[in-house]
Structures are given as structure tokens and as C-alpha cells.
């Protein structure tokens, strides 16, 4: 039962969210867990942003945050006797989404616990989900974690920015 978690992390509080609950599960379960972390075109475009007056790599900028997001997590993993192992997709080879169920195929994964901010209306037409695109297409079982509350005061939290509104 559920012995190969694969489990996409981002940084966000959902991600971190969904990191404790597949070390929950992979404990109950004796299982393994493979982190994985997608540098897709669109984070890429925001670290060309973010770091628009800095003259260095910003692939690389981004590998190495990427690095320490899944070394922080296996670092918890191991911390509570969970193995992980850590993968990078930084190839430009689809949507995040893709990625991941690409991922849990090749590595034979039994789960994929992912964790989702649970957008609703126009917040998830806008944002779109990863999570939800997983969802549907996986060939394996996908574990949703919802976000904590916390998760609504955070930069994740969508609002339509004020030209967008309706005139009262």
C-alpha cells in the first residue's frame, strides 16, 4: 500500500501542507517519498521579473532556490524517518501538471499527494490548477490537501485587481 509517494512541491503553504500529510502517510505505510519540483516557463518569466537588474543566471537562480526547497523538505522527511528521494524537472517539457504525472508514471509511483489552494470561481478560471489538472489525468490515485487558513493571508491568495470591478 501506497509505497512510492510522489509529491510536487512548490513552497507555498499548501505544498508544505501537502509534504506533512504524504510524511504522515509514508510512515503508516512504511513507504518512500520522491519530491519533485517543476521550473516551468512561467516561473522562469517571473525570475527574469524579480531579478530584471541582476546580470546572473536566472535559471540558475532558480535551480538553486529549487534545491533548497526540496533539500528542506527531505530534511523534515528524514527528520521523521522518511526517505525521499529529490528530483528537479527544470526541462520546459509541458505544463507543470504534465510533468508531474510524467514523473509518477517513470517512477513507477503507487500515490501522488499534492497540495491545492482550493480556488473557487473566477480565482481557479484565472489561476487555473495544477492540482485539479492532476487530478484528471493521473493513472494513479492523487491525495488533495486542502490549504491551511493561513493560506488566505499569504500572496497566494487571489483578489481581482480594482479596475476589474464592478462600479456600485
Not at 484565472?126 to 494513479?140: D, W, Y
Request: hydrophobic content about 45%.
Amino acid at each position: 500500500m501506497y509505497q512510492r509517494i510522489l509529491v510536487p512541491i512548490d513552497g507555498s503553504s499548501t505544498s508544505t501542507r501537502g509534504v506533512a500529510e504524504a510524511i504522515r502517510l509514508a510512515r503508516l505505510t512504511g513507504g518512500r517519498l520522491r519530491l519533485v519540483h517543476v521550473i516551468d516557463e512561467l516561473s522562469f518569466a517571473l525570475a527574469m521579473d524579480a531579478y530584471a537588474g541582476y546580470a546572473g543566471n536566472w535559471l540558475e537562480e532558480l535551480r538553486k532556490d529549487a534545491r533548497k526547497l526540496l533539500d528542506e523538505a527531505r530534511a523534515e522527511a528524514t527528520k521523521q524517518g522518511v526517505a525521499a528521494d529529490l528530483v528537479l524537472l527544470d526541462n520546459f517539457k509541458g505544463a507543470v501538471h504534465d510533468q508531474v504525472i510524467a514523473e509518477a508514471v517513470s517512477s513507477n509511483a503507487d500515490l501522488i499527494v499534492i497540495g491545492t489552494h482550493g480556488r473557487r470561481g473566477i480565482g481557479r478560471w484565472v489561476m487555473g490548477s495544477s492540482a485539479e489538472h492532476i487530478l484528471r489525468m493521473s493513472p494513479v490515485p492523487v491525495l488533495l490537501v486542502r490549504a491551511p487558513e493561513s493560506a488566505k493571508t499569504e500572496s497566494e491568495h487571489f483578489t481581482l485587481p480594482t479596475g476589474m470591478l464592478a462600479s456600485q
